[in-house]
């Protein structure tokens, strides 16, 4: 089911529910890089204004490196409040 919503996100790369049910996915997967990927784009795609992107964009960058805490993912989670 992943690699078909990947394909169809490569033909259409503007859907930004898809993105963020792919995130959720790979993050369900443990496939946390291809989630960061996921919710990088659903977030450059809302303009970091769909919570949902956001929130899960900071948890999959946590998810993949916990030093991001205090980082941009703090940044995120601020911006989602």
Sequence with gaps: ?????????SQQPD???????LGRS?????N???????????YTLSKGQDPDAVVGYAESLILNDERE????AAEL????V
Excluded: N
């Design 32 to 42: 946390y890089s291809v989630a960061r990927d996921a919710f990088s784009q659903a």
């Design 15 to 21: 859907d930004l529910e898809g993105w963020k049910l």
């Design 69 to 72: 805490i205090d980082g941009q």
């Design 26 to 30: 790979a993050t369900v997967l443990g």
């Design 1 to 9: 089911m992943v690699t078909q919503l990947q394909q169809r996100l």
């Design 77 to 80: 989670f601020e911006k989602a």
